[in-house]
């Protein structure tokens, strides 16, 4: 049986200095590897009894987990899914929220090589429609909570579709199983063998990211991907393997697979899942305190809540260490937090196309603002338009080095896109669109994007989703999606506006513009701002220059 707190090892080389900590690192993946079989199983098989999983709600309620329990319920999936005639290569959309049977699905999906294609809650059957026929989704496994299976519903009927569907949390509409009493019910479950087994190689995972040109585009990862998680849990975000980790994250997000599952159960350790329907700091203080976390990660806009609160009046004592990512780290909130709790939140960076990328792991002196130094997972340069490295303290885009070959955690590309793929990676490099000055002790500073990407709230827009629901409204004859400054949320979704011959202008017309976009797709996607112009400012094409509106947002 394996050491399950050195698990981790046949599959992380550490080079270490005289310090003990590691001065790099190699990362190596077996040609047959399966998170499934080779982590989940073969803890399950050597502590069954060890904590997997933690899962409380805000009224009180909570279940435990083991990797017992976690090896059963993910043979019980597998074996429904393939009942249900789900096999190797087929696409599973998983809308869960952070119900516990996320973890079950995607690991039965990964044991019989499906693929998972995780999406947030917050969709609408506009935003669920773009998914289901881009990725040719075969089923679906999603809660009841609110207006979501009705959402899908309707997205599968516009399509003319017939998805196998199973539900969660809530009466099932017509024509959808109940997850948990099939899985009750599923035969026993034999792992796949020969050609039907699922290897590293093969895709495991699907997950929608914005542009600012187009309309989303579909990152595909394969089952190697979790191995790249190990750096991420063992170094950034330090986690006990007989401590408690919460990453606050819904499971739609590539965030919850970083700080929920993967480098978290290589380790051997317990995840801790806090379910809510909105944030609310006082909340996540007091479930902080009693669940005893020893190591949290959060997006900046989190931090930025909780440091409003008095701190001093919640036992922080369990709580180790702190990381935050998502969006660039304000100074202020790092002294605070640091200030009252005597912990330095060490700041990474990273893609839903990769893994942690730029960091400051737990050994490492933070400098507050900055992401941190190049991961060694990746050979990372900070290039000019030109394509040549930049110097220090000069700006430039963060692009990783391939070569010929792709590192372990870097996508494969995006699904069926070869033209996209091809315009972020090339002649050997991998463009993040992500802007950066490096100083002289190798520490990264965000900049910004190169697009338009806006970043708010720990959520990622794409201008071009929200443009094209705004632009469908009748009032709107042009409209730019930008990002806007907000003293709270750092950063704000704003559409300009040229109102249609006979409509005037105001207050009441912005709001039932708002009101628009949240019934047609997501609302964390919705403007919060609507400023109304005569004319937009142009390029000599006629291109609308969002850059010319995001310099007059952030003019003093």
Same mark, same amino acid.
């Given at each position: 049986?394996?050491?399950?707190?050195?698990?981790?090892?046949?599959?992380?080389?550490?080079?270490?200095?005289?310090?003990?900590?590691?001065?790099?690192?190699?990362?190596?993946?077996?040609?047959?590897?399966?998170?499934? +079989? !080779?982590?989940? !199983?073969?803890?399950?098989?050597?502590?069954?009894?060890?904590?997997?999983?933690?899962?409380?709600?805000?009224?009180?309620?909570?279940?435990? +987990?083991?990797?017992?329990?976690?090896?059963?319920?993910?043979?019980?999936?597998?074996?429904?899914?393939?009942?249900?005639?789900?096999?190797?290569?087929?696409?599973?959309?998983?809308?869960?929220?952070?119900?516990?049977?996320?973890?079950?699905?995607?690991?039965?999906?990964?044991?019989?090589?499906?693929?998972?294609?995780?999406?947030?809650?917050?969709?609408?059957?506009?935003?669920?429609?773009?998914?289901?026929?881009?990725?040719?989704?075969?089923?679906? $496994?999603? #809660?009841?909570?609110?207006?979501?299976?009705?959402?899908?519903?309707?997205?599968?009927?516009?399509?003319?579709?017939?998805?196998?569907?199973?539900?969660?949390?809530?009466? @099932? *509409? %017509?024509?959808?199983?109940?997850?948990?009493?099939?899985?009750?019910?599923?035969?026993?479950?034999?792992?796949?063998?020969?050609?039907?087994? %699922?290897?590293?190689?093969?895709?495991?995972?699907? /997950?929608?990211?914005?542009?600012?040109?187009?309309?989303?585009?579909?990152?595909?990862?394969?089952?190697? /991907? @979790?191995?790249?998680?190990?750096?991420?849990?063992?170094?950034?975000?330090?986690? !006990?393997?007989?401590?408690?980790?919460?990453?606050?994250?819904?499971?739609?997000?590539?965030?919850?697979?970083?700080?929920?599952? /993967?480098?978290?159960?290589?380790?051997?350790?317990?995840?801790?899942?806090?379910?809510?329907?909105?944030?609310?700091?006082?909340?996540?203080?007091?479930?902080?305190?009693?669940?005893?976390?020893?190591?949290?990660?959060?997006?900046?806009?989190?931090?930025?809540?909780?440091?409003?609160?008095?701190?001093?009046?919640?036992?922080?004592?369990?709580?180790?260490?702190?990381?935050?990512?998502?969006?660039?780290?304000?100074?202020?909130?790092?002294?605070?937090?640091?200030?009252?709790?005597?912990?330095?939140?060490?700041?990474?960076?990273?893609?839903?196309?990769?893994?942690?990328? =730029? $960091?400051?792991?737990?050994?490492?002196?933070?400098?507050?603002?900055?992401?941190?130094?190049?991961?060694?997972?990746?050979?990372?340069?900070?290039?000019?338009?030109?394509? *040549?490295?930049?110097?220090?303290?000069?700006?430039?885009?963060?692009?990783?080095?391939?070569?010929?070959?792709?590192?372990?955690?870097?996508?494969?590309?995006?699904?069926?896109?070869? =033209?996209?793929?091809?315009?972020?990676?090339?002649?050997?490099?991998?463009?993040?669109?992500?802007?950066?000055?490096?100083?002289?002790?190798?520490?990264?500073?965000? $900049?910004?994007? #190169?697009?338009?990407?806006?970043?708010?709230?720990? /959520? *990622?827009?794409?201008?071009?989703?929200?443009?094209?629901?705004?632009?469908?409204?009748?009032? =709107?004859?042009?409209?730019?999606?930008?990002?806007?400054?907000?003293?709270?949320?750092?950063?704000?979704?704003?559409?300009?506006? =040229?109102?249609?011959?006979?409509?005037?202008?105001?207050?009441?017309?912005?709001?039932?513009?708002?009101? +628009?976009?949240?019934?047609?797709?997501?609302?964390?996607?919705?403007?919060?701002?609507?400023?109304?112009?005569?004319?937009?400012? $142009?390029?000599?094409?006629?291109?609308? *220059?969002?850059?010319?509106?995001?310099?007059?947002?952030?003019?003093?």
């Amino acid at each position: 049986m394996p050491n399950v707190t050195t698990l981790h090892q046949r599959f992380l080389v550490e080079d270490l200095g005289p310090d003990g900590f590691p001065t790099t690192y190699r990362l190596d993946c077996p040609p047959d590897f399966n998170f499934g +079989y !080779d982590v989940v !199983d073969a803890i399950a098989a050597a502590e069954p009894d060890r904590p997997a999983l933690r899962w409380s709600d805000t009224t009180g309620t909570v279940e435990h +987990y083991t990797f017992g329990d976690i090896a059963r319920l993910s043979d019980a999936a597998a074996s429904w899914f393939r009942s249900v005639g789900i096999g190797k290569g087929d696409r599973v959309l998983l809308v869960l929220r952070r119900h516990p049977q996320f973890w079950w699905a995607i690991i039965g999906l990964h044991k019989i090589g499906a693929v998972a294609a995780p999406a947030t809650h917050l969709l609408k059957a506009y935003d669920i429609e773009l998914r289901l026929r881009d990725a040719k989704i075969t089923a679906a $496994v999603a #809660t009841m909570d609110g207006d979501v299976g009705a959402e899908i519903d309707l997205a599968e009927a516009n399509l003319g579709l017939h998805l196998v569907k199973a539900a969660v949390c809530g009466t @099932p *509409r %017509p024509g959808w199983a109940d997850f948990d009493t099939e899985l009750a019910a599923a035969a026993p479950f034999t792992a796949p063998v020969g050609p039907d087994r %699922p290897v590293a190689a093969d895709t495991a995972l699907l /997950y929608f990211t914005s542009g600012t040109t187009a309309q989303p585009k579909m990152v595909v990862h394969s089952h190697s /991907y @979790p191995v790249a998680h190990i750096p991420t849990a063992k170094y950034w975000h330090r986690v !006990d393997p007989d401590g408690l980790h919460l990453t606050v994250s819904d499971t739609g997000w590539a965030k919850s697979v970083w700080g929920k599952l /993967y480098g978290q159960w290589f380790l051997g350790g317990c995840v801790d899942v806090f379910d809510f329907d909105r944030f609310d700091p006082v909340t996540l203080l007091r479930h902080l305190e009693e669940a005893q976390v020893t190591t949290f990660c959060a997006a900046p806009t989190v931090y930025r809540f909780l440091v409003d609160e008095d701190l001093s009046a919640f036992d922080l004592s369990a709580l180790q260490h702190a990381t935050v990512a998502g969006e660039a780290m304000n100074p202020v909130v790092f002294e605070t937090f640091a200030e009252r709790t005597g912990l330095e939140l060490k700041e990474g960076y990273g893609q839903t196309e990769l893994t942690l990328a =730029v $960091v400051t792991n737990y050994w490492q002196p933070t400098r507050p603002g900055s992401m941190g130094r190049p991961s060694p997972a990746y050979d990372i340069v900070l290039l000019d338009e030109d394509g *040549r490295e930049v110097g220090v303290g000069e700006e430039g885009e963060i692009c990783l080095r391939t070569g010929d070959q792709t590192p372990i955690g870097m996508f494969a590309g995006y699904l069926d896109d070869p =033209v996209t793929t091809s315009a972020s990676w090339y002649d050997g490099y991998y463009h993040t669109h992500d802007l950066a000055t490096c100083d002289a002790d190798g520490y990264f500073w965000y $900049v910004g994007r #190169t697009d338009d990407m806006i970043k708010t709230s720990g /959520y *990622r827009v794409g201008p071009f989703e929200v443009e094209s629901v705004v632009q469908a409204h009748p009032a =709107v004859k042009e409209c730019a999606i930008t990002a806007a400054p907000h003293p709270v949320r750092g950063t704000v979704v704003k559409a300009t506006v =040229v109102v249609s011959a006979g409509f005037d202008p105001g207050d009441d017309l912005a709001c039932d513009i708002q009101s +628009y976009v949240k019934a047609r797709t997501a609302a964390y996607k919705y403007p919060r701002i609507v400023e109304f112009v005569d004319a937009m400012p $142009v390029t000599v094409s006629g291109k609308i *220059r969002r850059v010319e509106i995001r310099e007059r947002d952030h003019t003093p």
